[in-house]
């Protein structure tokens, strides 16, 4: 497993941003990501010089170098959202039978909410609604349905702590008929306190493989007086019944180390949103498939990171 060598691969100093509002931007990160038009599109949370957020698309043939569309998203609907909407950012992308399904986190004045929205191109996009009142971020949807019902991984917010966001150390499984109305189905695991998970949350959409469901989740760990660290884990789940846990890694398989990791808007964080298999046969990704891995580095920059589904699955083994 390793690191693109030309990280980062996008920028806020290449953004191509229409001014004023998207001129000269402050960051580009925490990207969803998906298979599409015979290439890879992201979706984009951008930040400009008010510290207000847009989602913006890029393309890529080739899943390494990108074109961003310098339009911002603008999602239909949204208009009836029952509150004032501040950020919508951290997209998740799923797609499912004939349309990409879009996991949101939304900051408003009732506080942080999820929602959903649609799109068949990428060029539309629609709000389908909240998905509950619930503080809550990081909701992942499954690619497929489970006898009638859809799935989705979420990080409820149940932790208050002095000066910082809402924030929780449970993953939990959600079960739902009709995609805006979710129940719980149980909890998944929990952060491993004095470690490096001790606050948890999904970090991309569950990809099949031949051995389970395998997702990545973010762990922060706060224990140093200075500075909290956002590391990637690994895990995998039954592929008939994802309430089943096989394995959780016990190690991060990535951790902030390089430059622009280390340094940004908020610093030491690796952040996973979305990620590609090259090789995938019946909605499968093939053991020896490589898979893409984007992410945000220091609420700053795009990254991509580079394993093999294998490797992944190794890393969900080691140590335990
Ligand atoms: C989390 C989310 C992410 C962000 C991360 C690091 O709580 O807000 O969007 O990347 O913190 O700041």
Redesign the pocket.
Known sequence: MKRFVNNPILSPRELPGAPPRLADVSSV??PGAVRFNNGVTLLLRVQNRGRETFLLTAHGDDGFHFQVNPEPVVFRGLDRLPHLPYHI??PRITPLADRFLITL?LDTDAGCLTGLAETRDFETFRFLGLTGDEEC?NAVLFPRTFDGAYLRLDRPNTLRRADA?P?GDTIRLSRSYDLLTWEPVGDLFKGRPRYWDELIGPGTPPLRTERGWLFLYHGVATHFGSSNI?QAGVALLDLDDPSKVIVRGRYNILEPRETYELTGQ?PN?V?PTGWVAEDESDATALPESRVLIYY?AA?THVCLFLATVNELIEACYAGN
Request: hydrophobic share 35%; no cysteine.
């Open positions: 990160f925490n950012y951290d986190a971020r966001p924030t956002y908020v964080v952040f945000g609420d």
